[in-house]
């Protein structure tokens, strides 16, 4: 009996330092899955779009060649939306799956990021986002995080680290001066508006995003005061 045409493939599964990531196909578009949970697919994007895009516009006004941080390469929907914009002076993206990696270097995910990968702003760090921000010296205007389902859902127990006190405090370490944190997450969280205040976030606030069926998609907003 032939799959029905919804049936997802599986084109890649790895195991990796912080389990399973598998690459699949269901009719036109690609998933990922990390550890059995749906992290993200190339259907649509929206969300993934207007976290670049909400983070650059509300960095202050006469901010020029600001430089972005995005955690997590996803399916690469972030990196290609920041590439299209010609005001970034870099674009440095962290990812700690190799297999997401090649996927976007070698593999079908290169027809979203190839020309963003191309882009001589562009660059990969193959690493921990948490151990990024705690060796790192560099600073950025934007830090856009993209490698849960949101502060209250984390793929794997440690990257709750990230939204803890501790967390956000090496967020902020990492921002200039006015420089904006975004947060991608499925569902809305008060409980982390609470906690981006508590850490010296100003400007707090968060924009949804509306999906076909359930809660909004939202991405969270803080500001580093200057």
Excluded at 89 to 118: F, K
Aim: glycine share 10%.
């Amino acid at each position: 009996m032939p799959l029905h045409a919804d049936a997802p493939v599986t084109l890649d599964r790895r195991e990796g330092p912080h389990g399973e990531v598998v690459l699949r196909q269901r009719g036109g578009h690609h998933e990922i899955i990390a550890n059995g949970c749906f992290l993200m697919d190339t259907s649509d994007g929206r969300s993934e779009r207007l976290l670049v895009d909400a983070a650059y516009d509300a960095l202050a006004t006469g901010r020029t060649a600001p430089t972005l941080l995005i955690g997590g390469l996803g399916v690469g929907f972030s990196l290609a939306r920041a590439a299209a914009n010609p005001h970034w002076r870099r674009i440095a993206v962290v990812e700690r799956e190799q297999a997401i990696i090649d996927w976007h270097r070698s593999g079908p995910l290169a027809r979203i990021s190839g020309d963003a990968l191309a882009d001589p702003r562009s660059v990969i760090l193959h690493t921990d986002l948490v151990t990024h921000l705690g060796t790192t010296t560099d600073r950025y205007d934007a830090l856009c995080l993209d490698i849960d389902n949101g502060p209250d859902w984390t793929v794997t127990d440690d990257n709750g680290s990230l939204y803890s006190p501790a967390g956000l405090a090496a967020c902020q370490g990492r921002l200039e001066p006015g420089g904006v944190l975004a947060v991608w997450s499925a569902k809305p969280s008060p409980a982390f508006e609470d906690a981006l205040r508590n850490a010296g976030f100003t400007g707090v606030r968060t924009e949804e995003i509306r999906v076909a069926r359930g809660v909004p998609d939202v991405v969270h907003l803080a500001v580093r005061p200057a």
